[in-house]
């Protein structure tokens, strides 16, 4: 093998390297955000688990979360105040959203008797076509507020959400203030995790 062949071999073992650990990136989260929230101080601690949460009485409260849902209906984050309220931000477009769409769709159902309400963001999808194609696909339940310029992410409190790190899920307690979130996508069992100190509050 010649110097030159061997260089292009090289560059193409490179280059096939560089694209797995890409494509490896692309699965565990639709962006390079990342998962910092981006300063702000927000009290949230981080876990061995990748979820981060926040004690009792140094909570912020959630923004309002209002406006149209992905079937054109209104709704309001506010009016599940006493409930534990799981919002998720997805886009139809995010790999990791669709994989984690049925654990869930598994999860609210499993939990509404339970005073648990999950609400979705869909973010950056341009078309409510394909927000409502997602919705049907998974056979989600819950309403997801339509906000595709991701003007309802940019009302949290700066280092709460990273408007990059799509799917991100937070839970908010039933006094509607912010206890836990992941930048990441979640397993059913994470989910889970996340959820129950915080229904297990009085």
Known sequence: MSAASRSRARTRAALLTAGTAAAALTLSACSSGGTSGGGGDTNFIMGKDGISTVKKGER????????????????????????????????????????????????????????????????????????????????VSYQSLYDPTGKLMLRFKKGTLNPQAVPSTLVIDREGKIAARSLAALSEEKLRTMIAPVLAEK
């Not at 997805?90 to 959203?97: D, E, I, V």
């Open 60 to 139: 912020a409260a959630a923004p309002d979360l209002s406006g149209k849902t992905v079937d054109g209906k209104q709704l309001d984050v506010e009016d599940y105040k006493g409930k534990v309220v799981v919002l998720n931000v997805w886009g139809s477009w995010c790999a990791p959203c669709r994989a984690e769409a049925p654990g869930l769709e598994k999860v609210a159902k499993d939990l509404a008797d339970d005073g648990v309400q999950f609400v979705g963001i869909n973010t950056r999808d341009t078309s409510v076509a394909n927000a409502r194609a997602f919705e049907q696909d998974y056979d």
